[in-house]
């Protein structure tokens, strides 16, 4: 059974950086990992992908060009640099990890997450 913990979470203005983390209990490099996030009152939407060779990552359309997924010199880790905070960032993020996940935006692929870190964000 994997275990995910996120941290990094916390209230940054409106233009502002935050950084994600996402350590495993176990070495994960065989894993591919996301990052999804709930906003209150709405459905888990996906934000990135990274497959587990590091080689491929994904990123919705609302965080492209803004947030950077990237796996950590160790290898229980996945970062999630978030830079330009917005508003609608506002949300509790989630990181979840599988092998080999087709459909890589769809959370219902993947069988192992953590509690979540919420992100909150000022004007």
């Known amino acids: 059974q994997v275990q995910l913990v996120e941290s990094g979470g916390g209230l940054a203005q409106a233009g502002g950086s935050l950084r994600l983390s996402c350590t495993a209990s176990v070495p994960f490099w065989i894993y591919d990992m996301a990052w999804f996030r709930q906003a209150p009152g709405k459905e888990r939407e996906f934000v990135s992908a990274?497959?587990?060779?590091?080689?491929?990552?994904y990123y919705s359309d609302s965080v492209k060009g803004r947030f950077t997924i990237s796996r950590g010199n160790a290898r229980n880790t996945v970062h999630l640099q978030m830079n330009s905070l917005q508003l609608e960032d506002r949300a509790v993020y989630y990181c979840?990890?599988?092998?080999?996940?087709?459909?890589?935006?769809?959370?219902?692929?993947?069988?192992?997450w953590g509690q979540g870190t919420k992100v909150t964000a000022s004007s």
């Open positions: 990274i497959r587990s060779t590091g080689s491929r990552t």
């Open positions: 979840e990890a599988d092998e080999r996940v087709n459909a890589y935006w769809n959370s219902t692929f993947y069988d192992f």
